[in-house]
């Protein structure tokens, strides 16, 4: 790793860092550059009197968590186990366990990484605790990430989990009960809505196959018997299509939608966190759901609050925990042809639903969009924090091939 950076450096070299390749912007590869490839380096090592595990960055989160489970210890991971660790983690990290635990970058204890001149650092709170800030939600603007350290939690083997789908035509009711109800959950119950089309799967009946449809999916990180009643009003909304809510594996959870998203994939984010979900977003959510111009293409509202919200500002770099969902626009097909109609559809469903925005992004959930959102990621404050960091361990931007925060000169 160290050489490898050293001569991407001599050589004035454009890097590009790979970890589980699922950057939708297309970060993880380069032409006529270097590609720092880290899927081979998958060592991982579990202490499960302390509760916490040492891994490396070519993990993704199917292979991670088959070893903390082992245990019956979890952190917040993908929601698509193919994810790798170690950018999911650098961005913030949203998955099943964010309102029970936090986002993954908040389970951070320390990590190793090779900076541009070549040098191995050690980043915790208590050694190069500024750093440390910077990497959880920074992203991978300081270096080559090569270990990570979490802190794990008690975590199943067996949670209450799923989806229930309902006919796409009663979008609105459900988003309007989601509305009055998520603010009410248990810490231990995350959820989210994801209105789609639906795919060829034999959970759904055939007949519905290609037809608008609207899932809202749980889990509930704690007791069984308390889980199984605090989804219970997820049944009875409309007539469902399927009802797959139960208890479930939490490994099988964490891998349930990978189908949804193979290899190959093209696909384009848009992003926001919803200040209000109102009657505005509500209709705005509904009209393109029933209009996407592609029978990939999904909107996914992630409920937040929890732990999230509990984590002081101020402690990472990690930009706005404070809003109660993230609204993630997902323009996907299997086509390059024609492919700009469907980020057409996604840009104008945000411009549309943008006065429910808060103005701010996820810079897991952005393609490129340049440095202007990623401000927005952030805040000015933050940002200027997170440019200093970067005049001291980049200043030559080696590594931009991400959601660049630029050097200040």
Not at 44 to 58: F, I, L, M, S, Y
Not at 186 to 197: A, G, N, R, V, Y
Not at 218 to 230: K, M, N, V
Not at 357 to 371: V, W
């Amino acid at each position: 790793m160290l050489r490898a950076v050293e001569f991407a450096r001599s050589e004035q070299l454009q890097v590009a860092v790979r970890s589980g390749a699922h950057s939708i912007p297309g970060f993880s590869t380069c032409d006529d550059g270097l590609v720092i490839d880290l899927s081979a380096l998958k060592g991982v090592n579990v202490d499960p009197d302390a509760k916490t595990a040492r891994a490396q960055p070519g993990l993704k989160w199917a292979e991670f968590d088959h070893e903390t489970q082992a245990f019956g210890l979890a952190v917040t991971g993908g929601l698509v186990s193919s994810t790798g660790l170690a950018g999911f983690t650098l961005g913030g990290g949203l998955g099943w366990l964010v309102r029970k635990h936090g986002m993954a970058c908040d389970n951070l204890l320390s990590a190793d990484l090779v900076t541009a001149d070549g040098r191995l650092v050690h980043a915790s709170a208590e050694e190069n605790s500024e750093l440390f800030w910077g990497l959880r939600g920074g992203g991978g603007n300081f270096g080559v990430v090569t270990s990570l350290e979490y802190q794990l939690h008690d975590v199943g083997p067996t949670v209450i989990g799923g989806p229930v789908f309902y006919p796409g035509e009663n979008a609105a009711e459900i988003l309007r009960f989601y509305r009055d109800w998520a603010p009410q959950l248990p810490d231990e119950l995350t959820t989210f809505i994801s209105l789609l089309t639906a795919p060829p799967a034999p959970f759904i009946p055939e007949e519905w196959h290609g037809k608008p449809l609207i899932g809202v999916i749980s889990c509930y990180a704690g007791p069984l018997e308390q889980g199984l009643r605090a989804v219970e009003p997820l049944r009875s909304l409309a007539d469902p299509v399927a009802d797959l809510l139960g208890p479930i594996p939490y490994v099988a959870l964490q891998g349930l939608v990978d189908a949804l998203y193979p290899k190959g994939t093209r696909a384009y984010m848009k992003a926001g966190y919803v200040r209000e979900l109102d009657d505005h977003a509500i209709e705005t959510l509904t009209r393109y759901h029933q209009g996407a111009t592609s029978p990939r293409s999904e909107i996914h509202l992630h409920h937040f609050g929890g732990a999230v919200a509990r984590v002081p500002e101020d402690q990472s770099a990690y930009g706005e925990r404070h809003a109660p969902y993230i609204l993630n626009m997902l323009a996907m097909d299997s086509e390059t042809e024609g492919f700009q109609r469907h980020i057409d559809w996604a840009q104008q469903l945000y411009a549309e639903i943008e006065p429910s925005l808060t103005g701010g992004s996820y810079i897991n959930f952005l393609s490129a969009e340049g440095e202007q959102r990623v401000q927005a990621a952030y805040g000015p404050e933050k940002f200027a924090r997170l440019q200093a960091l970067k005049d001291e361990y980049d200043p030559t931007n080696l590594f931009q091939l991400n959601q660049n925060i630029p050097p200040s000169k």
